[in-house]
Nanobody, 121 residues
Framework: AQLVESGGGLVQDGESLTLSCVADTAIRSFGTMDWYRQAPGKQRELVATITTGGSTDYADSVKGRFALSRDDSKNTVYLQMNTLKFEDTAVYYC????????????????WGLGTQVAVYS
């Protein structure tokens, strides 16, 4: 996979998790990055976005609890999730609107394979 998520797990409500998304070493840089999530039986939904300039935007359901950041020197984005709720349970996916490879090739709409987050009461 060109984007690899990690950091998911099983936590109790009110606890925190930090998800990471690391780009493959073949990737030199990436553009706007997003985290999506998909709960069982539901459509995939946008959770948070961060632009190359560091501007962020969040779904209303996570605003004030989640924080998205990026470290371009490490080609990594982080999703800090605080005060987790049962309804945050889902597979979380990292997405890049485009990536640039060291070969100078580019690709749009790149997805990771996802990491599972489960929150119990």
């Amino acid at each position: 996979a060109q984007l690899v998520e990690s950091g998911g797990g099983l936590v109790q409500d009110g606890e925190s998790l930090t998800l990471s998304c690391v780009a493959d070493t073949a990737i030199r840089s990436f553009g706007t990055m997003d985290w999506y999530r998909q709960a069982p039986g539901k459509q995939r939904e946008l959770v948070a976005t961060i632009t190359t300039g560091g501007s962020t935007d969040y779904a209303d359901s996570v605003k004030g609890r989640f924080a998205l950041s990026r470290d371009d020197s490490k080609n990594t984005v982080y999703l800090q999730m605080n005060t987790l709720k049962f309804e945050d349970t889902a597979v979380y996916y990292c997405h890049a609107d485009h990536v640039v490879y060291w070969t100078t090739n580019t690709m749009d709409n790149v997805w990771g394979l996802g990491t599972q987050v489960a929150v119990y009461s």
